[in-house]
């Protein structure tokens, strides 16, 4: 069935250093969402992608679809303590959306 | 413009019993969507509703069941409760089926005991 993976499951890093995650699908998608959900929040949304190889930034976010459309990735330059939470893609084959496993940061101030 | 709105928020029920959770989407969205979140299982679709239709519907079993009014307000049923079933709920709405920006509400946290 369709599956939607994201790696790492966890990232600690040093406030001011980078982190990406990284979301692979097993089938092509028609769009990628990325949501962020903070501690003890729910989701929200962040960024649609679209278009084949389309890259958007938001500030220090840089957010990526592969020209398969079945991967995508999600960069984070010089993190801060406010980057804290569970950043999750989330692809949709049209008829529903698959949410990946998440990525949990954590930003050691 | 009003957020989604879920109630209740916190619930606490024993094994065998049933469960009704209720989302107001935003106004003017038709699609709302619901789904289950665990430490150990991630978001998982239950289903999605649009026009009171239910639209698509993920891998859970029967005993899970919703429906949608005309006003868009949407209900999510879970009888025969288990266990494994103590979960957030979340509610989206959404302008589109499956395509557009899903705008969650804070959830029901659901504890079984």
């Known amino acids: 069935g369709q599956q939607v993976m994201q790696i790492p499951q966890y990232q600690h890093v040093q406030e001011g250093e980078d982190f990406t995650t990284y979301c692979n699908s097993s089938t092509t998608l028609s769009n990628i969402q990325w949501y962020k959900q903070r501690p003890g929040g729910h989701p929200v949304f962040l960024i649609q992608?679209?278009?084949?190889?389309e890259v958007k930034k938001q500030k220090r976010l840089t957010f990526q679809f592969g020209e398969a459309k079945k991967n995508s990735s999600l960069h984070i330059t010089a993190t801060q303590t406010t980057d804290v939470g569970t950043y999750f893609c989330a692809g949709s084959t049209g008829n529903q959306f698959y949410f990946g496993t998440g990525t949990s940061l954590t930003v050691i101030p | 413009k009003a957020g989604v709105t879920q109630t209740p928020r916190y619930l606490i029920k024993t094994r065998g019993q049933q469960v009704t959770l209720s989302c107001s989407p935003i106004s003017g969205h038709r699609s709302v969507s619901w789904y289950q979140q665990t430490p150990g299982q991630g978001l998982q679709f239950l289903f999605e509703y649009f026009s009171e239709t239910q639209r698509n519907k993920g891998n859970f079993p029967g005993r899970f069941s919703g429906r949608q009014f005309s006003n868009s307000r949407s209900e999510m049923n879970v009888s025969t409760l288990e266990l494994g079933d103590s979960a957030l709920y979340l509610c989206?709405?959404?302008?589109?089926?499956?395509?557009?920006?899903?705008?969650f509400g804070p959830g029901t946290r659901l504890t079984v005991l």
């Open positions: 989206a709405s959404s302008l589109v089926i499956a395509g557009g920006e899903q705008f």
């Open positions: 992608l679209v278009k084949s190889g």
